[in-house]
């Protein structure tokens, strides 16, 4: 039979077999016995107005009704079994010895599960007249059932109903079978909620914990399952962070003052006053030192390539009298960090202008420097020059993120960059505006400034005059490149660039080069690398030191070879490295005057590999993705094996050229791997790489 209720627990490690649960078969007091763990029965007893027989075996009764056909009142033999809390009973059977003292009439078995209303367990059973005595002549009877479950005292009673108004019942021999399972039940698991249930295992979200539950106190929770009595209507600042912090406040007044919220500190020299950690206001002097240009003289290798007649849209009218600019922004303190510029959508215009035009690289260029790749420099020497924006960098070595970013169908970055013109502006933006923002993680010191209290914004090739407007944000830092707290930001409106000759824009000066370069090369050569350079004119000129570094920060001295003094004529210059570095090397020439004053060209980058042997960096590497440096014509797979010898990533490579090859999507743990090059003559080559997470 089906229960007339439902059930929202799950079973759990029920047992396949039917166990005795309930015994009774003694006399006329009855004795209960349990055999399965987990629940427990009562002695059989009479209940409404039933009373003892003459039989002296078993639990006989007599002064049966013989009206009704519930048992809430017909008197009847009632028994009971119950399973201990967080446990079920699966009930298939109930037997029993029965006897009736009249030929007609019916035994009927019901049950209920709070002892007051009662349904009907099974069909009614007829059975033969009482022939003989009570203790002789019993009849064993079954009730089977189906999907019969309980989680709480289970009532039974066995009773007659029929014509007879006066009945003679004997029972004897009870016995229950079923199973007691334990029972998985949901609900909140958390014992400080207000409907914490002890007994549940799994949590079904639907704890309730105390709060305010007084709707006329103004911090009330309509989401507060009980009462904790915190109503309360006091105003004041409920945020522990904040200075003026009042733990005694029940709502929020707005009145709180955090580290980082703007102040004013009383002096006029400051800037971007703030509270500060200790809850005290205070501003900085702006670091601010003004902007400079630099120049960096072009190769002849690259004017040859800068030429009008390659593409009128994309080049500059007079190659001959191109200059190219880098632009620095000027700090006199060391702990601030340029973060990006912005300009238009309610911000003043930023722009960037020439009388003429901007040269931009056809190959390889692109509108921040981090989209120039150095190792292409060999190749396409007029990359060097082309016109970008950056923060502190001047290729790809991290990263910087345009708003919005370029768009293939046209915004301010893609007609700059495709269609060099005398007039980049913002405005082109007017919704959104335009900027640049440094995307690297903290802590990081790239966009802090270099030893010259310096930091590179741009690089501007043209044969005209520039003049620029930007919106500088730069942020204060601690010196090993974390974020200085509270954050500290400071806006600098309408800085204005003049690339006049001649003129100062605001506290730095234009820098010309003492010693003016027209080009410096190098490439490899057997087992060296030739380095030659091309001065126009030397003023003062004593020697020209070479130095190389493979991370562009720790340089080593080459040679050094005499200059000419004083020159207005070309004047060109070559010698060896004859100890070249596997993999890319950067070589830069210091110029030194004959008073000891000294300038450094930009540096220029190599690629040298003897035959079938290659490299990875960096190294040690994040896991994520590596480089493959030499000449990797001959180059056909390679595999990366851990120090346990098994493969974790295997790549074949077909037609490779070039001396650099980026290998993605690895996601190495943190280790130590081999990574073996293989050509057409097997294993040339093993790497150690290292990856640190």
Not at 62 to 79: E, N
Not at 233 to 253: E, R, S, V
């Amino acid at each position: 039979m089906s229960l007339p209720f439902v059930f929202i627990f799950a079973l759990i490690g029920s047992t396949a077999y039917s166990q005795i649960l309930y015994q009774y078969t003694t006399s006329v007091t009855g004795t209960p016995g349990t055999v399965a763990t987990n629940a427990t029965g009562s002695n059989l007893s009479r209940v409404n107005g039933l009373t003892a027989s003459v039989c002296t075996n078993g639990f006989p009764s007599t002064s049966l009704s013989a009206a009704g056909s519930w048992a809430s009142t017909v008197p009847a033999v009632q028994f009971t079994i119950s399973p201990n809390p967080a446990f079920q009973l699966n009930l298939t059977q109930l037997s029993a010895s029965v006897w009736k003292s009249a030929a007609s009439g019916f035994f009927r078995l019901s049950y209920s599960l709070d002892g007051t209303t009662w349904a009907l367990a099974t069909s009614s059973l007829q059975y033969s007249n009482g022939s003989g005595t009570c203790a002789s002549n019993p009849v064993a009877t079954v009730w089977n059932f189906t999907d019969f479950t309980a989680t709480s005292t289970v009532y039974f009673r066995i009773y007659f109903y029929g014509s007879v108004t006066t009945q003679i019942q004997y029972v004897k021999n009870v016995t229950v079978n079923g199973t007691v399972v334990p029972l998985v039940l949901s609900g909140c698991t958390d014992a400080t909620a207000c409907n914490y249930c002890a007994l549940c295992t799994i949590d079904n979200g639907t704890c309730t914990y105390p709060g305010c539950t007084d709707i006329t106190y103004c911090n009330y929770d309509a989401l507060a399952g009980c009462d904790d009595g915190s109503c309360s209507n006091m105003l004041g600042c409920t945020n522990a962070a904040a200075c003026n912090f009042n733990p005694a406040a029940a709502c929020d007044n707005g009145s709180c003052i955090v580290p980082g919220n703007a102040c004013n500190d009383g002096n006029g020299a400051t800037v971007s006053d703030i509270i500060q950690l200790n809850c005290s206001c205070a501003g900085v002097i702006s670091p601010f030192n003004g902007l400079a240009l630099e120049e960096v003289i072009i190769s002849p290798a690259a004017l040859a390539v800068i030429n009008p007649q390659v593409d009128a849209q994309q080049v500059i009218p007079n190659p001959a009298s191109a200059r190219t600019w880098r632009a620095y922004v000027c700090f006199n303190q060391p702990n601030w960090e340029l973060q990006g510029w912005q300009g238009g959508n309610g911000a003043s215009e930023w722009y960037t202008n020439t009388t003429t035009k901007f040269f931009q690289a056809q190959i390889g260029g692109g509108e921040v420097a981090t989209d120039v790749n150095a190792a292409f420099y060999p190749f396409f020497p007029e990359l060097q020059y082309d016109s970008w924006f950056t923060i502190n960098a001047d290729n790809n070595s991290f990263g910087m993120n345009l708003i919005p970013a370029p768009s293939p169908t046209g915004n301010c970055w893609n007609l700059w960059e495709n269609i060099a013109g005398n007039n980049f502006s913002s405005n082109c933006e007017p919704i959104f505006g335009l900027g640049l923002v440094n995307a690297t993680s903290y802590p990081n010191t790239t966009g802090m400034p270099d030893a010259a209290n310096r930091v590179l914004f741009a690089q501007l090739t043209t044969d005209g005059i520039i003049s620029s407007n930007f919106n500088f944000q730069i942020r204060r830092m601690n010196l090993d490149g974390s974020v200085y707290a509270p954050t500290t930001l400071i806006t600098l409106p309408n800085v204005f660039l003049d690339g006049t000759p001649g003129a100062a824009p605001d506290a730095c000066a234009i820098v010309f080069l003492p010693v003016e370069m027209l080009s410096f090369q190098a490439f490899p050569q057997d087992e060296h690398v030739v380095l030659n350079w091309v001065t126009a004119t030397e003023v003062n000129s004593d020697y020209f030191e070479v130095e190389k570094s493979n991370d562009l920060i720790h340089w080593e001295y080459v040679f050094d070879q005499k200059a000419a003094g004083n020159s207005f004529n070309t004047i060109y210059y070559a010698n060896l490295d004859m100890n070249p570095w596997e993999g890319t090397s950067y070589y830069r020439i210091k110029s030194v005057d004959f008073d000891g004053q000294f300038e450094y060209a930009p540096p220029i980058v190599v690629e040298f590999y003897r035959d079938d042997e290659f490299m990875v960096f960096p190294n040690p590497s994040k896991g994520d993705r590596f480089v493959i440096g030499g000449k990797l014509e001959s180059l056909e797979s390679l595999n990366i094996r851990g120090i346990d010898g098994r493969i974790a990533h295997s790549f074949t490579f077909n037609n490779l050229s070039g001396f650099q090859k980026d290998v993605y999507g690895l996601n190495l743990p943190a280790g130590t791997y081999m990574v073996e090059f293989m050509t057409h003559r097997g294993i040339a080559s093993i790497e150690k790489l290292i990856v640190q997470r």
